[in-house]
């Protein structure tokens, strides 16, 4: 709770956290802002669902995009985000304010009790272990830091982000320090960068993107193969800040084709052998993965599989992609979701081509990792490693340490025989209920 922010954010002092309001929510306004002077953001335009959404989740803000609601109704009033309950309460009684403050004290409870079990492993009542990897790229403040010990590795580091924070492209000296920062703040733990992954909600101003299906178009690995040398230079930043730690595995976003993976290796290679050039010794070699966010790769895993060392899916672009709904439409945001029978299948599909078929490690980065629900459909069906926001590892982690891996195999038996999204949900919440987990559950 906290009072707006005024349209011209040179005329606020920002002494007090307060509540951003704008037509558009983007992620680069996000990062602009100190986050400690943010109590939440409302946005007119997009969906839970669009990347700024996601980065506001991962710095932990209540969210609330797509409110149809004049922007001068609401301009230095004091009002309620509920990013739990999607509301948006304005002027809110004393009544409504008590009620709220009960809920904080109620979050603060749990917290509590995550707190006591944070670092312990995220091993299940039966014992087996889940990697917990985080999404990192956004920030890295005192409060991920602080989640080091949490962690098994990075499953995701978004390596756009610090394109867009910028005016023009950043020099390969400038991606090389970036990179070396990240990979020395995370020694000793595995870490996956992803190549640039812009277009579709994520644009450059300094590279124009004027499409009429952004989601269709010219994004990720096809941004990055048009323009090869921003994307040798950015493997060469990569490779060079990997020198001392070792650490960096890389992945390409929004792999369609072997085409693909075969152009953008070949890119990396002459990227490796320049280095090793120009340093006069053989260094070390990152594995390469592909994500599967395009409905097409699950029909080639098979032929990329001798190609690459690994998989991550994206969950939200696959999602999207599958159930041929824009994840930043409000109109049609209610279909978007992860629990849907088709998609329940298509993550199964892809588990068990990987594990049994093709002999390829897979987790899931995705949004679904990070909510507790879908942490247990995924490793019902037998995912190992799931990638999440900062602010969802040390939940996720409880929630893991008290299940039963037996009992959620005999859950997904049951789900994937649905065909309907919300029974499927309820299974798992039901199961949750049982374990007694539900009241840690948003």
């Excluded at 985080?134 to 920030?139: F, K």
């Excluded at 403040?141 to 005016?167: A, W």
């Excluded at 260094?283 to 395009?294: F, L, R, T």
Aim: proline letters at 5%; glycine letters at 4%.
């Amino acid at each position: 709770m906290s009072r707006l922010a005024h349209s011209y954010l040179e005329e606020f002092d920002f002494k007090e956290p307060v509540i951003l309001l704008a037509e558009e929510i983007t992620a680069a306004l996000i990062a602009e802002v100190p986050r400690e002077r943010i109590a939440g953001i409302v946005s007119l335009q997009g969906s839970g669902n669009s990347i700024a959404a996601i980065l506001a989740r991962n710095l932990n803000i209540p969210t609330l995009i797509g409110v149809d609601i004049p922007l001068q109704k609401l301009d230095r009033h004091l009002f309620i985000v509920d990013g739990i309950r999607k509301e948006l309460l304005v002027d809110p009684t004393a009544g409504v304010l008590t009620e709220y403050q009960g809920m904080i004290l109620d979050n603060e409870k749990n917290s509590k009790i995550l707190l006591e079990e944070q670092f312990l492993p995220a091993d299940t009542e039966d014992g087996v272990h889940i990697n917990v990897n985080l999404n990192a790229g956004l920030s890295f403040d005192e409060k991920e830091q602080s989640i080091l010990p949490l962690i098994d590795g990075v499953g995701l580091y978004r390596t756009e982000i610090e394109f867009m924070m910028h005016k023009n492209f950043p020099t390969e000296l400038e991606e090389c320090r970036h990179y070396e920062e990240v990979l020395k703040n995370f020694a000793e733990k595995k870490v996956v960068m992803r190549t640039m992954d812009v277009g579709g909600d994520k644009p450059l101003p300094y590279l124009p993107m004027n499409e009429l299906n952004p989601f269709l178009g010219w994004r990720g690995i096809r941004v990055s193969l048009d323009k090869p040398n921003l994307l040798l230079a950015q493997f060469r930043a990569m490779l060079k800040a990997n020198r001392k730690y070792e650490n960096l595995s890389i992945m390409l976003p929004m792999i369609s084709s072997l085409d693909e993976v075969l152009a953008a290796k070949k890119l990396l290679d002459q990227a490796y052998n320049e280095i090793c050039e120009e340093y006069s010794t053989v260094i070390d070699y990152p594995k390469i993965g592909a994500m599967i966010e395009v409905p097409a790769v699950l029909f080639i895993l098979e032929d990329l599989a001798p190609h690459v060392d690994f998989f991550s899916i994206g969950s939200n672009d696959l999602t999207q992609y599958t159930l041929a709904v824009d994840r930043n439409n409000p109109k049609v945001s209610k279909l978007y979701d992860s629990f849907q029978p088709s998609m329940l299948r298509a993550f199964y599909r892809i588990f068990r081509i990987c594990d049994k078929e093709i002999h390829r490690p897979i987790s899931v980065c995705g949004e679904v990792a990070g909510d507790p629900l879908g942490a247990l459909m995924l490793i019902s069906i037998g995912y190992r490693e799931l990638s999440m926001n900062y602010t969802s590892v040390p939940l996720v982690k409880y929630i893991l340490r008290h299940v039963n891996m037996s009992e959620l195999q005999e859950v997904f038996a049951k789900a994937i025989k649905l065909q309907d999204a919300i029974e499927i949900r309820n299974l798992y919440r039901d199961y949750a209920n049982k374990k007694g987990l539900l009241s840690m559950i948003k």
